[in-house]
T-cell receptor
């Protein structure tokens, strides 16, 4: 049973480009969470999704950021028109209902 | 709203000594509590959880945590620290009584174990 798979592991984008981060949850998990980690700032919640539904997006910036978890395929975190401040490690986690979450290795986004 | 506080940015301990990493939480209902560890440039690894039952929970790598409802705490402990335990530790909480509940993390505590 493969763990949570995130790709790419490293992503470099120029300012103004779009970044797409992918997350395939563990088999049998229907809950996906996205977190952002900045140096010295810990882990910040962004969005919580179930299949085809956004449950809680209270941590998502209002502009440029969006997330989806379609019926088929991975969850996608999309950042439009990236800026230098978007550079961070983005982690995805998945869980079954009310169980512990398992994390992927993260995608390290660098905006140049 | 739920929240987690990890009051120490860093904990230093000598190898072989006991260690404690502190965590307090706030939820409106009953808590699910978790500890995770993060090694450099890696994702978070699950260590242990408290859902119900015994207040002392045992987890991976010899770690344990004690749930204290009156103090709303869930401190992580290990009787004898190893240098290889040096890492960033995160406490997390979920509201058991909420049908859809985000997993909320503390800001993390860096544990440094010296030889």
């Amino acid at each position: 049973n493969a763990g949570v798979m995130q790709n790419p592991r490293h992503l470099v984008r120029r300012r103004g480009q779009e970044a797409r981060l992918r997350c395939s949850p563990m088999k049998g998990h229907s809950h996906v969470y996205w977190y952002r980690q900045l140096p010295e700032e810990g882990l910040k919640f962004m969005v919580y999704l179930q299949k085809e539904n956004i449950i809680d997006e209270s941590g998502m910036p209002k502009e440029r950021f969006s997330a989806e978890f379609p019926k088929e395929g991975p969850s996608i975190l999309r950042i439009q028109q990236v800026v230098r401040g978007d550079s961070a490690a983005y982690f995805c986690a998945s869980s079954a209902m009310n169980t512990e979450a398992f994390f992927g290795q993260g995608t390290r986004l660098t905006v140049v | 709203a739920q929240s987690v506080a990890q009051p120490e940015d860093q904990v230093n301990v000598a190898e072989g000594n006991p260690l404690t990493v502190k965590c307090t939480y706030s939820v409106s209902g009953n808590p699910y509590l978790f500890w995770y560890v993060q090694y450099p440039n890696r994702g978070l690894q699950f260590l242990l959880k408290y859902i119900t039952g015994d207040n002392l929970v045992k987890g991976s790598y010899g770690f344990e945590a004690e749930f204290n409802k009156s103090q709303t705490s869930f401190h992580l402990k290990k009787p004898s620290a190893l240098v290889s335990d040096s890492a960033l530790y995160f406490c997390a909480v979920r509201d058991m009584n909420s049908g859809y509940s985000t997993l909320t993390f503390g800001k993390g505590t860096m544990l440094l174990v010296s030889p």
